[in-house]
C-alpha cells in the first residue's frame, strides 16, 4: 500500500533512519488554500486584502513569499529607465521591490512638495504595478540610506525641534510630509487594485528612544497618522539588528488587529558565518526567537553590498567592484538561503539597483555613485550576483511549499562540516534543506534526504538548498542534490529545472510507481530505476535534457545557461524562454507568441510554449522556427546580438574663469545679510558673533559664498575661520580680491566617528600691505559638502554647514557678513542640483547658453594644463549621439589625470548635476549618466565646473565619454525635460 505523503512525515519525524519505501506517483497531499502561489500581482482594479500569519504575508488568503530587491527612485532621475531596472528584476525572479521615499528629494520648503517629473512617486508605482512586482514603501521620515541629513529637508535642519522625537514642532512638519506622500502610496496600495504597494515601513532603523516615552509616543503619533492618512496594509518597523526592538505590543498601535509586524536588517561581513537570526538558531541577544513569534520572518534590508567612501588614506574607498567582490553569487547563496532557513519570508536586499547619488544627494560618507556591488549595476548591467537570485527567485515561484516551513528533525551529514538546516511544510510534508559550507574547501557527504540517502556537493563557502518528498508540478521529486530552480508546465510538456555550480555532480530523484521511458537528449546523463524511484545523474555543463516518461523534461543547466533561462506567467499559461539574455515579455495574441528581451551576444532562441501557438516574434519581427524533440520551438537562426556603439571624442570645448565675488568692488548688495543672533543647529554659535551658518539663511545645498566687509585692518595679522562641512569639504579666501589660501577639511583619523567631526579652522596671514585702514573686503566660498546623516537620533543634521566663526589677530574690526547660495530651487531638477557658485547662479551650467553673447568664453583644448589658480573656471562643450533606436546604450563620462592635480568637478550634462569628481581623491573617476537626461539621439551640453585650490596645474586633464554596457533591446526612453537658460 503506497503511503501517503503526510503519513510518511509522521514516520519521519519519529525515526532518525532512512527508510526505504516506494512513494506514491500522484501528489497525495491535499495543501490547504494558502499552499497555491497566488498569481503575479497587477493592477487589476479589485480590491484584496493583505494579511499575515506566522510564517508569511497572505495575499489574497495565499502565500507570498516576498523576494525583493531595494531600488530608490531618487538614484534614478529619468522615469523610463525605472521600467528597465524593474523588468530586469522580475525576469530574475524577484516577486517584489521596496523603495525608499527621501523626504528632501521632493520638499524644497515647508509646505512645498514636488511629485512630478523625475520625483513622480506615483507613476513609479504605477510601472511596478505594471510589471507585476509588490512593493514595500518605505517613506520614512527618516530613512539614512547615505543621502543628505539622511533624507531630511535641508530646511528642517533650521528649524526648532528635536528630530525623531514627539517633539510638536518636528511632528508638524513630519505630518506635512506624511499627508503628502500617503496621499499617493495610499492610492497604489493592492488593497485597492490601482497598485501594488503590499507593506508600508515606519521610520527606519530608530534604535534609540526605544523606551521612553518621547521615542514610544513617537512611533505611536506615525502609526496613527499613517492609518489616518488611509494606508491599510500591514505596518512595520525596521530595527537595526535583531535586537527586539519595535515590536507587535511595544507602542501603542490604537488597533489591536494584528496589523503591524516586526522587522530587522543585518549586513554581516562576508568574511564571517551568516547569523542565525533566532527561528531556528540561538537567535540574536536581545530578542532572538522570541522576538516576535506571531509575525513572519521580515528582513527589511539584508546586505547585497556594501557603500563605499571617497578614496584617501583613512577610508579609503576602493571602489565599487571591490563590493562585489567581497559579496558575490556565493555570498548571495550561503548568507540569504541561511535566512530562509531562520525563517524569513520578506526578503529584501539592499541595494539591488544602487544607483546614483546625483546632485547634492549623496551624504557625507558616499561619492556620486551609489552602485552599491549590487547584483543590477550602476550603468543597469546585469551581472552575476544575479544568477542565484533569479534561481531562487524562480524557485520560490515554483515550489509553493517554502512559504510555510516548520522545524524539522535534526539532520547530520556524515561530514559534519557541512551545516544542515532541515525544514519541513507541515501541510504537504515536503522537506527541505539547507545545505551550507563554512569552510574554503568544496564537500562532499553523504546525508539523509527524506527517505533516501544521497551524496551531496557543495562549494567553498557556498550553500543550496535541496527538496525532498515536495511536488514538483503533477511530480513528485523524491529528493535531489541540486537545487530545484523553475517547475511550469509548457503545452504537453511539464518541465523541471535544476541548477547548480558548473562541473559539480547533481542527482535529481523522481517517485514513479512503474519505471518510465527515459530519453537523454543532450548531455552526459544516466538513469536507474529502483523501489518506485527514478534518479537521474549527471553533472552540470551547460544544458543537460533528460525525457522521462514521454510527458516530463528534466533540465539541468550550469550557473551560466541558468541565466539565460527566462520564465514568464500568460493568462494562457507559462512560457518558458532559454538563450537571450534577457526576457521582458511574452504576450499572446491568437496562436502568436510575442517576445520582447535583449541581446547582447548573439543568441539562441528556443521556447517553451502553452498550447496552441505557432508562430513567435522576437522584439515584434518574426522568427523562423522549428519543433525540437525537447518539445520546444528554436529558431533557426540565432538572434543577432548588439551592433557597435561609436561614441564622438569630446572637442570644441570653451572656458570661462569665474569667482568675481573674491573681487573686492563686486556688488553684493542684493545678498543676505549674515546677522541672526540665534540658530536651533547643535554648533554653538560664538557668543557675540553673528550667526554665519548657511542653513539658517535658507542655503542647503552645495557651494555658499560669503563677504565680509570692514573698514579697518590696520593692526590685524590673521583671520581664523572656522567652519564645518561634511568630509573633503574646503574653504578658500580672498582678501580684497587676492588670494589668502586654501583649506581642506581634514580627514579624521578611523580611531574617530565620521559624524559631527567635520568641523576646522583655516587660518590665513593677511598680506601686509592689506593691514591699513579704509574698506576692506575678506571673501570665502566654502564647499560646505551635505549634511550628516541622524542614525543616532541626535539631530546630527542639523551640525552646521558653512562659515561656523571667524575671529582675526592682532585686531578685532567689526565685520558685516553677507552670504549667497544657490538662488531657488531649479523648478525641474530640483533643490539638490545645484548650490551658489556664480556660474550656477547665472545658468552656465545649463543647456542654450550662447556662449559668443555671454562673453569671455575662449576656446581651450583638453588636456587643460593652464595655470595654478585659486578658485572656479567652467568648461563647456556640446556633442552628438547617435545610437540607433533599438540600442540600449548605457553611457558614462570617464575623468582621468595626474592625481597630483588638486582640483575638482561638478559635472553638468544637459543641466543635470551628475556628480563631483576629486581629482585627486577619488576612487570614482567614470560617472554614469542616465539615458533621458543624456540624449542618445541628438545633442547634449556638457559642462564642467572646476573648483581648483590654486597650488597645481588646475586641470582638468582627460575627459571622455565611455560605454557602460549595450544591448539590442532595451525600454522606450523619452526626454527627461531638460530647459535650458
Ligand atoms: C542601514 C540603513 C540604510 C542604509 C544601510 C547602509 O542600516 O537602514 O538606510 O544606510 O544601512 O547602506
Do not use: C
Amino acid at each position: 500500500m503506497p503511503l501517503s505523503r503526510r503519513t510518511f512525515t509522521a514516520l519521519t519525524a519519529t525515526t532518525a533512519a532512512s527508510l526505504s519505501l516506494p512513494l506514491s506517483t500522484a501528489v497525495a497531499a491535499t495543501p490547504d488554500d494558502a499552499n497555491t502561489p497566488g498569481p503575479a500581482p497587477e493592477a487589476d482594479g479589485r480590491t484584496h486584502t493583505v494579511a499575515f500569519d506566522k510564517y508569511s504575508l497572505l495575499v489574497d488568503g495565499s502565500r507570498v513569499v516576498l523576494w525583493s530587491g531595494e531600488v530608490h527612485p531618487f538614484r534614478l532621475p529619468s522615469p523610463s529607465l525605472w521600467r528597465d531596472v524593474l523588468q530586469k528584476l522580475r525576469a530574475h525572479g524577484y516577486n517584489a521591490i521596496s523603495i525608499y521615499v527621501a523626504w528632501n528629494f521632493h520638499s524644497p520648503a515647508p509646505g512645498v512638495y514636488d511629485f512630478t517629473g523625475v520625483r513622480d512617486l506615483g507613476r513609479f508605482l504605477e510601472t511596478a504595478a505594471e510589471e507585476g512586482l509588490y512593493v514595500i514603501a518605505r517613506p520614512g521620515p527618516y530613512i539614512n540610506a547615505e543621502v543628505d541629513a539622511g533624507g531630511f529637508p535641508g530646511w528642517l535642519t533650521a528649524t526648532k525641534g528635536t528630530a525623531r522625537t514627539s517633539d510638536p514642532t518636528y511632528l508638524a512638519y513630519v505630518d506635512e510630509y506624511l499627508t503628502a506622500v500617503n496621499e499617493i502610496i495610499a492610492r497604489y496600495q493592492y488593497t485597492r487594485g490601482k497598485g501594488t504597494v503590499v507593506l508600508y515601513e515606519l521610520e527606519n532603523e530608530y534604535a534609540s528612544n526605544v523606551t521612553s516615552p518621547a521615542g514610544k509616543d513617537y512611533m505611536a503619533h506615525l502609526y496613527a497618522k499613517v492609518r489616518a492618512d488611509g494606508i491599510d496594509v500591514p505596518l512595520f518597523h525596521n530595527d537595526k539588528g535583531r535586537n527586539g526592538y519595535w515590536t507587535p505590543g511595544s507602542f501603542s498601535t490604537g488597533d489591536e488587529s494584528g496589523r503591524y509586524l516586526y522587522g530587522f536588517d543585518g549586513y554581516p561581513s562576508p568574511s564571517g558565518n551568516p547569523p542565525d537570526w533566532g527561528y531556528f538558531g540561538v537567535g540574536g541577544a536581545k530578542g532572538g526567537s522570541t522576538a516576535s513569534p506571531d509575525t513572519p520572518g521580515l528582513m527589511a534590508e539584508f546586505g547585497g553590498g556594501w557603500f563605499d567612501p571617497w578614496g584617501g588614506a583613512v577610508f579609503a574607498g576602493k571602489g565599487y567592484e571591490e563590493s562585489r567582490r567581497t559579496r558575490d553569487a556565493a555570498y548571495e547563496r550561503r548568507f540569504y538561503l541561511t535566512n530562509l532557513a531562520n525563517g524569513i519570508k520578506i526578503h529584501n536586499v539592499y541595494m539591488t539597483f544602487g544607483g546614483t547619488s546625483w546632485g547634492w544627494l549623496p551624504a557625507p560618507v558616499v561619492y556620486t555613485s551609489y552602485d552599491y556591488g549590487a547584483a543590477l549595476d550602476e550603468a543597469r548591467n546585469v551581472t552575476s550576483k544575479l544568477t542565484p537570485m533569479h534561481q531562487i527567485g524562480q524557485l520560490l515561484r515554483s515550489v509553493p511549499d517554502l512559504a510555510k516551513l516548520d522545524r524539522a528533525q535534526d539532520t547530520a551529514a556524515a561530514d559534519p562540516a557541512l551545516k544542515v538546516y532541515h525544514l519541513t511544510n507541515p501541510d504537504t510534508g515536503a522537506h527541505v534543506y539547507v545545505l551550507r559550507n563554512d569552510t574554503s574547501a568544496s564537500i562532499t557527504s553523504t546525508l539523509p534526504l527524506g527517505p533516501a540517502s544521497a551524496e551531496v556537493t557543495v562549494g567553498a563557502k557556498d550553500a543550496k538548498l535541496v527538496l525532498a518528498e515536495a511536488a514538483l508540478g503533477k511530480r513528485e521529486l523524491a529528493y535531489s542534490t541540486v537545487q530545484p530552480m523553475i517547475q511550469l508546465s509548457a503545452g504537453r510538456r511539464d518541465v523541471a529545472v535544476f541548477a547548480g555550480r558548473s562541473g559539480e555532480p547533481a542527482e535529481a530523484a523522481f517517485a514513479y510507481e512503474e519505471e518510465p521511458e527515459v530519453t537523454v537528449l543532450d548531455g552526459p546523463a544516466t538513469a536507474t530505476y529502483e523501489d518506485g524511484i527514478l534518479r537521474i545523474s549527471t553533472h552540470l555543463d551547460g544544458l543537460v535534457r533528460v525525457v522521462v516518461g514521454g510527458t516530463l523534461l528534466v533540465l539541468f543547466a550550469d550557473d551560466e545557461t541558468s541565466a539565460r533561462l527566462w520564465r514568464y506567467d500568460t493568462p494562457s499559461g507559462p512560457v518558458l524562454v532559454r538563450g537571450p539574455a534577457l526576457l521582458r515579455r511574452a504576450e499572446l495574441h491568437g496562436a502568436t507568441l510575442h517576445l520582447t528581451g535583449d541581446t547582447i551576444e548573439e543568441a539562441d532562441l528556443e521556447v517553451w510554449a502553452p498550447r496552441g501557438v505557432q508562430l513567435i516574434t522576437w522584439n515584434n519581427g518574426p522568427v523562423h522556427v522549428r519543433t525540437t524533440p525537447s518539445g520546444s520551438f528554436t529558431a533557426g537562426r540565432a538572434l543577432p546580438g548588439v551592433p557597435d556603439v561609436q561614441l564622438p571624442a569630446l572637442t570644441g570645448w570653451r572656458q570661462r574663469p569665474e569667482n568675481p565675488e573674491s573681487e573686492q568692488d563686486f556688488d553684493d548688495t542684493d545678498w543676505t545679510v549674515a546677522d541672526k543672533a540665534a540658530s536651533y543647529s547643535t554648533t554653538p554659535v560664538p557668543a557675540g558673533r553673528p550667526v554665519l551658518f548657511a542653513d539658517d539663511y535658507g542655503f542647503h545645498y552645495g557651494d555658499v559664498w560669503y563677504r565680509g566687509s570692514f573698514d579697518d585692518a590696520n593692526g590685524a595679522e590673521s583671520v581664523n575661520l572656522a567652519y564645518s562641512t561634511g568630509t573633503q569639504g574646503l574653504l578658500m579666501a580672498w582678501l580684497d580680491g587676492r588670494p589668502l589660501g586654501t583649506h581642506r577639511m581634514p580627514v579624521p583619523t578611523s580611531a574617530q566617528s565620521t559624524q559631527g567631526t567635520w568641523t576646522a579652522t583655516a587660518a590665513f596671514a593677511l598680506p601686509a600691505d592689506l593691514r591699513t585702514a579704509g574698506g576692506h573686503v575678506l571673501s570665502v566660498l566654502v564647499r560646505r559638502m551635505q549634511h550628516d546623516e541622524d542614525g543616532g537620533a541626535r539631530d546630527s543634521h542639523k551640525s552646521a554647514r558653512g562659515l561656523t566663526g571667524v575671529a582675526f589677530t592682532g585686531a578685532d574690526p567689526a565685520v558685516t557678513w553677507r552670504i549667497q547660495g544657490a538662488s531657488g530651487p531649479d523648478p525641474v531638477r530640483g533643490p539638490l542640483n545645484t548650490g551658489g557658485l556664480y556660474g550656477e547662479r547665472h545658468g552656465w551650467h545649463l543647456p542654450g547658453l550662447d556662449l559668443d553673447a555671454d562673453g569671455g568664453w575662449e576656446r581651450v583644448a583638453f588636456p587643460v594644463d593652464g595655470p595654478a589658480r585659486q578658485g572656479v573656471s567652467w568648461y563647456r562643450t556640446t556633442f552628438r549621439l547617435a545610437v540607433d533606436h533599438d540600442v540600449d546604450a548605457s553611457i558614462g563620462l570617464t575623468f582621468t589625470d595626474d592625481a597630483a592635480h588638486a582640483y575638482r568637478v561638478q559635472l553638468y550634462v544637459n543641466g543635470w548635476n551628475m556628480g563631483q569628481y576629486i581629482n585627486d581623491v577619488g576612487p570614482q573617476h567614470t560617472f554614469a549618466v542616465p539615458n533621458g537626461i543624456l540624449r542618445t539621439r541628438g545633442a547634449n551640453t556638457l559642462a564642467l565646473a572646476v573648483l581648483a585650490d590654486g597650488t597645481t596645474p588646475a586641470g582638468p586633464g582627460d575627459v571622455q565619454l565611455k560605454l557602460l554596457g549595450s544591448a539590442a533591446g532595451g525600454v522606450e526612453v523619452r526626454s527627461v525635460p531638460s530647459p535650458g537658460v
